[in-house]
Structures are given as structure tokens and as C-alpha cells.
């Protein structure tokens, strides 16, 4: 079976890197998501529905040559690859998500988040693109991310990733994310995992990703100690998770 393990914001996919060598598998795919990194396919809006139809069109191939996809999603990858597993549970064998507070009807968008909506996020942007590279390491290293990761998504910020973050959130402003938790139904359908990262300030994992847990009918694993970013904390811990995860759902 194919892995697929989807980033979020503001990332690519070099932050599975540790965890892709403690898993030591050849059968993982990393897909990055249109903006962050990379250019973005023509009229392409970066709205949340659009990230969705985008990946549905990466997971369709690999599923029709290898079988339905074990999918692990970590922030937007998550909140994205939840709505994909609602849509077409028939492209995955199971799912695993770090974000499944973001679908809780009482979850109220991070500060971040409330900037990008609102019509200072353009401001906030030009803010962050004049700001010396190594002051915005520094921040990065603040809320969790290590310097050596931090400098290689730095190296590849630019406007069009900035676009794309405003587009993303504010299509996603409340309720949009209430009523994507509303018709998550067809993932209870399949084996699920909460991975909870209890130092996460974003998601409220502790309680509301636990809550949708449960309606869901997944089970949780703790990452106790861990933050937002627990593949790049504790990339061992993540994987065995994991692998215990897979073993046990088949």
C-alpha cells in the first residue's frame, strides 16, 4: 500500500524528512501543495475546495496502480485530506490527521489565522517579505520549527505562497470549517487516528480533536511533550505511532 503524507502551512515537504527515514519505506509519497514551493497551475485560486480537487487528482492515479491510500495529514494537509476521505473514502484505506479540532463546531481560528482573513493579511505579508531572512528563522524556531528546517522554508517564501495562504484561510473562515466537520461522515467509514500533540496551540488537540475523534469512531495517540510540528520533535515516536496504527487497522 502507498503512503501519502500531505504538509501544511507554512511548509513544504522537507518537513517529513525525519520521519521518512525512521519509517524506512520506499512506498511513501510527499506531495506539495500548489504555491508553497512550487508554482501553481493556471487560475488556480488557492481556495480550500480547489486544494481539494487538487489532491484528489494526486491520490486517484496512485490508488488505481497500488490500492486505496494510507493518508496522514498534518495541518492543512489534514484539514484538506479529511474533506478528500469524506469525498472519496473509496481512494483511502486509512487516514490519520493531527488537526481534527479544526472540524469541532466550538473551534474559533488561531490569531494567525484572523489576520490572514481579515484585510490586513496583505499588510502582514509585505511585513514578513521585508523582514531579514534570519529574523524570520528566529520566529520559526519560536513556535516549534528547528533552524535547519526553518532556513529552507524561508529560502522559499515568496508572494505567490503568500497569495495562496490568503486564499486558503479566507475561504476557510468560520463557518466554512463547521460545515466541512458536518459531513465528515464517510470517514468514520474507514480505520482512523487522532494524533494529538498536546503542546499544539493552533487546534486545541487535546480536547476538541479528541471529541471529533470519538464521533468519528478513530482512535488517538498522545505525542506527550509535543507541539504543532511533532514530526520534526519527535519523528520516532510519530512513526512508531504509525506503524502500530497501520498494523493494527489490518
Known amino acids: 500500500m502507498t503512503v501519502v503524507l500531505l504538509h501544511g502551512n507554512p511548509e513544504t515537504p522537507i518537513i517529513w524528512e525525519p520521519l521518512l527515514a525512521e519509517l524506512g519505506r520506499t512506498d511513501v509519497v510527499t506531495p506539495n501543495l500548489p504555491g ?8 488556480f485560486g488557492a481556495t480550500k475546495e480547489e486544494y481539494v480537487d487538487w489532491l484528489l487528482g494526486e491520490i486517484e492515479p496512485l490508488a488505481a496502480q497500488h490500492g486505496p491510500v494510507d493518508f496522514v495529514g498534518h495541518d492543512w494537509g489534514g484539514g484538506i ?12 484505506r486509512t487516514w490519520a490527521c493531527d488537526v481534527l479540532g479544526l472540524f469541532h463546531p466550538d473551534y474559533v481560528w488561531h490569531d ?20 531579514p531572512a534570519e529574523d524570520r528563522v528566529a520566529l520559526y524556531e519560536m513556535i516549534g520549527i528547528p533552524r535547519s528546517t526553518g532556513e529552507r ?11 495562496c495562504i490568503l486564499a486558503l ?30 503542546n499544539d496551540p493552533f487546534v486545541r488537540s487535546e480536547d476538541l ?14 505525542l506527550e511533550g509535543q507541539g504543532h510540528w511533532w514530526m520534526l520533535g519527535d ?4 512513526a512508531a ?5 497501520w498494523a493494527e487497522a489490518y
Open 112 to 131: 494567525f489565522a484572523q489576520i490572514w482573513q481579515s484585510p490586513a493579511g496583505e499588510e502582514y505579508f509585505q511585513t514578513q517579505m521585508a523582514t
Open 81 to 92: 485530506g479529511m474533506r478528500a476521505v469524506s469525498q472519496r473514502p473509496d481512494l483511502f
Open 241 to 245: 505511532a504509525l506503524r502500530t496504527f
Open 36 to 43: 508553497f514551493g512550487c508554482p501553481t497551475p493556471a487560475g
Open 209 to 222: 480533536a479528541g471529541e471529533m475523534a470519538d464521533r468519528l469512531g478513530a482512535s488517538r495517540h498522545v
Open 153 to 163: 522554508l524561508v529560502a522559499v517564501a515568496d508572494d505567490e505562497m503568500s497569495r
Open 235 to 238: 519523528p520516532a515516536g510519530g
Open 169 to 198: 484561510y479566507r475561504s476557510a473562515a468560520q463557518p466554512a470549517m463547521v460545515q466541512w466537520g458536518a459531513e465528515l461522515g464517510h470517514a468514520a467509514t474507514l480505520p482512523g487516528l487522532a494524533i494529538i500533540a498536546p
